[in-house]
Nanobody
Framework: QVQLVESGGGLVQAGGSLRLSCAAS????????MGWFRQAPGKGRMFVAR????????YYADSVRGRFSISRDNAKNTVYLQMNSLKPEDTAVYYC?????????????????WGQGTQVTASS
């Protein structure tokens, strides 16, 4: 198993930036592709970004492409989500997740392990 702990959420004005971190412990971090999802009140958990095991490939939801950037440091067992030009509609609880499969998955059911989430609020 792998344990995931997110940090870096908070309150920011629209147009501002935040960087989320997700620290992993347990099994070898580099064997997992990593993803970020978000869930707004009353809505389902939505895909935000994904990064492959070696960081050679990244994927983004259309709503965040060009504003958000996912990266990872396998030596530090950490994945990051840099969020720029935040909008009020980005407000949600953000979750990181680990995928043990080699198949690229952009749906929540593709991921095996989840963190507890961190709140991001972008005020207008």
């Amino acid at each position: 198993q792998v344990q995931l702990v997110e940090s870096g959420g908070g309150l920011v004005q629209a147009g501002g930036s935040l960087r989320l971190s997700c620290a992993a412990s347990g099994r070898t971090f580099s064997r997992y592709a990593m993803g970020w999802f978000r869930q707004a009140p009353g809505k389902g958990r939505m895909f935000v970004a994904r990064i492959s095991r070696s960081a050679s490939s990244t994927y983004y939801a259309d709503s965040v492409r060009g504003r958000f950037s996912i990266s990872r440091d396998n030596a530090k067992n950490t994945v990051y989500l840099q969020m720029n030009s935040l909008k009020p509609e980005d407000t949600a609880v953000y979750y990181c997740a680990a995928d043990d499969s080699a198949v690229v998955g952009l749906q929540a059911y593709s991921y095996d392990y989840w963190g507890q989430g961190t709140q991001v609020t972008a005020s207008s």
